[in-house]
């Protein structure tokens, strides 16, 4: 089974500061069709989870382009360039690479310092 | 606009059975997968289960296989997770979700 790593499991941050992600997956996440399923995620809280970022790097609609995702293969990484408040919460990776399976990084919680 | 509404969670005891619901709208849902995720309480994302748009074939993590059953009605555009011989450890919300979208999630209690 595909496990995914993520790092740090606790961000503290200044607002306007530039954070990062690691997600670390335990088999090639590159699909025999060329694509990697590779997704981020954010769970603001008392919220379900809402999609950021698809395919490794792709924006989903309405997400601000502080917002990067990059990344092949086994390692990846979610960027933040200028945390704002309303980034708070709970960023998950996921893959549906391997599907119908959907494996879930551990979670990196965001917060204020 | 894409809208998933899951009911039909609440308080069980545990042996019980509970079916949850997903009302999906906003695109074809006899063309797409369906999906079930659960998070317990202060824990984090776990699949539980999936199904192929026609519904011939579904699939499951070990922790519920042989106790959940997935399907979907494409006539009533609707999902359901049937969910037998509950155990505390299910205790979770429960959210049905169709990449990239998520419905806001159903809450789940297993306790005597």
């Known amino acids: 089974d595909v496990v995914l790593t993520q790092t740090p499991p606790t961000l503290l941050a200044t607002i306007g500061q530039s954070v990062s992600i690691s997600c670390r997956s335990s088999?090639?996440?590159?699909?025999?069709?060329?694509?990697?399923?590779l997704n981020w995620l954010l769970q603001r809280t008392g919220q379900s989870p809402q999609p950021l970022i698809y395919?490794?790097?792709k924006l989903e609609s309405g997400v601000p382009n502080r917002f990067s995702g990059s990344g092949s293969g086994t390692d990846f990484t979610l960027k933040i360039s200028g945390v704002e408040a309303e980034d708070l919460g709970v960023y998950y990776c996921?893959?549906?690479?391997?599907?119908?399976?959907?494996?879930f990084g551990g979670g990196t919680k965001l917060e204020l310092k | 606009e894409v809208q998933l509404v899951e009911s039909g969670g609440g308080l069980v005891q545990p042996g019980s059975p509970l079916k949850l619901s997903c009302a999906a709208s906003?695109?074809?849902?006899?063309?797409?997968?369906l999906n079930w995720i659960r998070q317990a309480p202060g824990k984090g994302l776990e699949w539980v289960a999936s199904?192929?748009?026609?519904?011939?074939?579904?699939y499951y993590p070990d922790t519920v296989k042989g106790r959940f059953v997935v399907s979907k009605d494409n006539a009533k555009n609707t999902g359901y997770l049937q969910m037998n011989n509950l155990r505390s450890e299910d205790t979770a919300m429960y959210y049905c979700a169709r990449t990239p979208h998520w419905g806001q999630g159903v809450m789940v209690t297993v306790s005597s």
């Open positions: 088999q090639s996440l590159l699909h025999s069709n060329g694509n990697t399923y």
């Open positions: 199904i192929n748009p026609d519904g011939s074939s579904t």
């Open positions: 395919l490794v790097s």
């Open positions: 906003g695109f074809t849902f006899s063309s797409n997968w």
């Open positions: 996921m893959q549906f690479t391997h599907y119908p399976t959907w494996t």
